[in-house]
């Protein structure tokens, strides 16, 4: 667990000051301006916290911490300005989520004492993180595994939102981007507690009468009673209770929380479910995008920006490419996506068209294969990188 300390700032002599009274006290190390911190963070890191003043020539201490706040999400973020500026420290807080603000000149004595508390939240904060990415996301990895290997139509779709959810959260520098990772993991976890009748015509899109419609709607509020029996997943819970809500407040539940008063990591899942739902090929693409924006008035604008930027800009749609390829069954790999139905010679279903493969659902398809071999080649869909991608559109 790092412990490291990054002071910034262009004053040579506030740099040597500081070094002077805090190096023995903490793993410290300074840069002179943005660019150079920048460059010590890829090089040195992870840091536990920076320390950045704000007036600087180029790079502001704003943008440097915003960008800090990008890369790694968990570093603790503290602002050193001489501006006694209202602004300037709301606009700290708001764009890249500063944990103090201090003016400067500041005694060394505050310095160090505020050092010790971000300390304290950056050690507090990694072990959250690995309790709930290690024991707790493991032990759900698992449940969910073995629910989609024996229902790949209820998490259908679980692979693609949370693929798409790794890729925002990244993107906008989301600070407990596990939160958002379990939340979507376990978005489908109140339709499982639905009656199998019900489960089934919505799979095989029949329609529903008034008593199931309601019962498919309020399976969110199953799920945030399931999972606040568990300690820490209270806003897990929340993020899926609220999934379905309108950002009008329009929707379940009918509570009267609207716009940005609704949790985040609801909002940005559902605008990821429609996206997923509304694209082609399971991965946010124009098509969705342009259904979105039929509805606005159900999504935060904002966040809708934040994710067409993501998953539009033409610097990440080339980097991968989803290829459509035919292939036999030891050579499939998690994260392939079935084309069509996997069948057995008989005629047996083994996996629904539209699955997305993980390290269980494989398994299993390995073992059914061994004792009721599957009608070879499979098509699947498989993402390659773009300069490897010639060639293999031809299944």
């Keep these: 667990m790092s412990q490291k300390i990054l002071f910034v700032d262009d004053d040579p002599r506030i740099l040597s000051a500081f070094t002077r009274r805090l190096r023995k006290d903490f793993d410290f190390h300074t840069a002179t301006d943005g660019e150079e911190a920048l460059r010590v963070l890829a090089k040195e890191g992870p840091f536990a916290v920076v320390i950045s003043d704000q007036q600087m020539p180029g790079m502001r201490g704003i943008e440097l911490l915003k960008e800090v706040m990008t890369r ?135 329609e529903l009468d008034q008593v199931e419609t309601d019962l498919v709607i309020q399976s969110p509020q199953v ?78 604008g904002e966040l809708v920006k934040q994710a067409r930027a993501c998953f539009l800009d033409a610097s990440n749609s080339e980097e991968m490419k989803i290829c459509k390829m035919a292939v036999n069954v030891d050579v499939l790999l998690p994260g392939d996506k079935a084309v069509d139905d996997f069948k057995t010679q008989s005629g047996e279903l083994a996996l629904s068209a539209g699955t997305e493969l993980n390290e269980a659902v494989l398994e299993r398809i390995r073992q059914f294969h061994k004792m009721r071999p599957l009608v070879q080649p499979l098509r699947i869909f498989r993402r390659v990188k773009a300069s490897a991608a010639k060639g293999k559109d031809a299944a």
């Excluded at 890729?167 to 939160?179: D, E, I, P, R, T």
């Excluded at 990772?181 to 978005?187: F, K, Q, R």
Aim: glycine residues 6%.
């Design 72 to 206: 790694d999400p968990l570093t603790i973020r503290i602002m050193l300005t001489g501006n006694a500026d209202r602004e300037t420290a709301i606009a700290s807080v708001n764009d890249s989520a500063v944990f103090r603000y201090l003016n400067k000149p500041c005694p060394v004595e505050t310095i160090a004492e505020t050092v010790r508390e971000a300390l304290a939240e950056y050690n507090k904060s990694v072990a959250e993180k690995e309790l709930l990415e290690g024991t707790l996301a493991g032990s759900v990895k698992v449940l969910v595994d073995i629910l989609a290997a024996n229902d790949p139509h209820a998490f259908r779709q679980i692979s693609n939102l949370r693929n798409a959810g790794r890729k925002l959260a990244s993107h906008v520098g989301l600070a407990k981007a596990w939160n958002l990772d379990m939340a979507i993991t376990l978005s489908t976890i109140g339709d499982v507690m639905l009656p199998p009748h019900l489960r089934s015509k919505m799979i095989d899109g029949k």
């Design 223 to 300: 799920a945030r009673k399931l999972l606040l029996n568990i300690p820490r997943m209270s806003e897990v819970a929340d993020s899926i209770y609220y999934k379905d809500k309108g950002f009008d407040g329009s929707g379940f539940p009918s509570d009267g929380v609207k716009t940005t008063d609704i949790p985040l990591n609801a909002r940005i899942l559902h605008v990821l479910q429609f996206l997923i739902e509304a694209s082609e090929e399971g991965t946010p693409d124009r098509t969705a995008f342009a259904a979105l924006e039929e509805v606005p008035h159900l999504f935060d």
